[in-house]
């Protein structure tokens, strides 16, 4: 999946099912590293998207004079 392409939903959803297969050992080893590199990817992803989220609401508020 390519970053730009990806929706935060979507991060989420593939980070669940990651983690699922870890949890019920249905990752074989070779795929282990694999999994563990895509999830990271992914948690810096949401992270972003969070962090830009805070940043763009706190813009609002504080442009609509509540903050």
């Not at 990271?40 to 706190?58: A, G, I, P, Q």
């Amino acid at each position: 999946m390519k970053k730009q392409e990806l929706t935060y939903e979507q991060a989420i959803e593939r980070l669940e099912k990651i983690a699922s297969s870890l949890e019920q050992q249905q990752t074989s080893l070779d795929d282990l590293i694999d999994n563990l590199q895509e999830a990271k990817k992914l948690l810096t992803f949401c992270k972003e998207k969070l962090k830009k989220t805070e940043m763009d609401v706190e813009n609002i508020l504080s442009e609509d004079g509540t903050r």
